[in-house]
């Protein structure tokens, strides 16, 4: 396998997941009876441009399906953070009733809705139909496709190029990093603003976050690869922020090459930061494995000795990390009974690969257990906020990541 952006042999594997099924690919009650399909789930690490990049097996058209189950706005907390974004962004770079923003990957409408509250024309680009009617039932115009290259030139020709164009948790998502760059290149206006926020590479290694791996995560990224990237595509990185959301990420701030724009200070001290890290270090890298092993053995040891002492253990949130959880575990419905989750396209359905049910919010309340384990550890705080009863009747939290942690 050759890296996704310079091309360069990849020879050494930075995490080994085993196999499972794609991490959104939930299960109806009737699919209990049939197969399910399996990738191997393994990172590479690029020793050129230190891309880490998931091994090719699966497309993108067999992960993002037109029934996709992930909808943003099942987060009070992630709602907030897009509002504030808007309001920001909105301030800082002008935007009025003549600009145009475009989201790509706008989901289900969480964070458009804001400009469309302000009058700030707007357009989505989304390929899944589920998400893609949530939002246009909100009044969003939405394109149901994938952006690349090619969309990009086309939007262009069309006059739609954009005075902001947005990208939250997409970038690490898309098969082709260079194409879909080079689409963010045409379909940018001449002074116009590119923000893409992704889980920063650092803080997976050093919060040993290796439950943030899944199929439809092709890339892993740094300031130093992005940087790489845009800078091959005649793009410049002129901003960067570290924000707390996913478990760590960075929001970067884009534009044209010869944009008078000069680059702010937190450019170079992140670059130092990754550096001093070792991030462009194979060292890195290398014991990266005997952690997640250890962190996978403690939880299992775990929910063991709670089965033989006859404990009740449920977990919160069925999310695609604790779907890469479960199934790297070998974690089943005789260890944990069920999952909790706000999303009613989850609920009535089965987590792929362990096939663990996932219940309403009501559900808890009627069926008090001992412990709850709480899969998507982004948002604990989300989540206790949730759960009262359980807190009152001496329910116990527990988290996994970066270590076994009993709250």
């Known amino acids: 396998m050759n890296c996704r952006h310079c091309k360069s042999h990849l020879k050494h594997t930075f995490l080994d997941l085993g196999f499972a099924p794609p991490s959104n690919a939930y299960l109806s009650e009737s699919e209990l009876t049939r197969p399910e399909l399996y990738y191997p ?16 097996y699966a497309q993108a058209d067999e ?13 009070s907390s992630w709602l907030a953070h897009a509002k504030k974004y808007v309001q920001v962004i909105t301030k800082q770079i002008g935007l ?10 706008s989901n289900d409408g969480y ?10 024309p707007c357009l989505g680009i989304e390929p899944t139909a589920s998400t893609a009617i949530a939002a246009e039932n909100q009044g969003i115009p939405v394109l149901r496709d994938f952006f690349g290259d090619t969309l990009g ?42 923000t893409l926020e992704f889980p920063h590479l650092m803080q997976l290694i050093e919060q040993t976050q290796f439950d943030t791996v899944y199929h439809e995560h092709f890339s892993y990224l740094s300031l130093y690869t ?68 250890s962190v996978k053995d403690e939880l299992l040891l775990f929910l063991l000795d709670l089965k033989k002492e006859g404990k009740s253990i449920v977990a919160y949130g069925a999310a695609a990390k604790g779907n890469t959880m479960m199934n790297f575990a070998g974690v089943r419905s005789d260890l944990i009974s069920y999952v909790i989750d706000k999303n009613p396209n989850k609920q009535g359905k ?39 009863s359980f807190m009152k009747k001496g329910g116990q939290f527990v988290v996994a990541v970066p270590e076994l942690k009993i709250i």
């Not at 992960?63 to 987060?75: C, E, K, M, V």
């Not at 997409?170 to 045409?186: E, R, S, W």
Request: aromatic share 10%; glycine share 6%.
């Open 41 to 56: 789930l393994k990172l590479k690490v690029c020793t050129q441009c230190w891309l880490v990049q998931t091994e090719d």
């Open 63 to 75: 992960l993002f399906l037109p029934n996709y189950a992930y909808f943003s706005s099942t987060s």
């Open 96 to 105: 009025n009733k003549k600009s145009l923003v475009i989201e790509i990957a």
């Open 111 to 120: 964070l458009l809705k804001n400009f469309v509250a302000s009058g700030i």
């Open 153 to 194: 030139e086309r939007l262009a020709t069309e006059g739609k190029q954009a005075d902001l164009i947005v990208g939250n948790n997409v970038y690490a998502h898309v098969p082709d990093i260079n194409d879909f760059t080079l689409g963010l290149k045409k379909v940018l206006k001449k002074g116009g603003t590119i």
């Open 226 to 293: 992005v940087r790489r990237i845009f800078e091959q595509t005649e793009l410049r990185i002129f901003d960067v922020e570290e924000l707390p959301t996913h478990g760590g990420s960075l929001r970067i701030y884009g534009c044209h090459e010869n944009d008078p724009r000069g680059a702010a200070e937190s450019v170079h001290r992140l670059l130092v930061k990754e550096s001093t890290f070792g991030l462009q270090s194979l060292s890195i890298y290398k014991d990266f494995q005997l952690r997640v092993d």
């Open 350 to 388: 089965f987590m792929p690969g362990s096939r663990i049910p996932i219940k309403e919010g009501q559900y808890l309340k009627d069926n008090i257990p001992d412990f709850i384990i709480i899969l998507p550890w982004n948002l604990q705080a989300e989540v206790m906020s949730q759960c009262e």
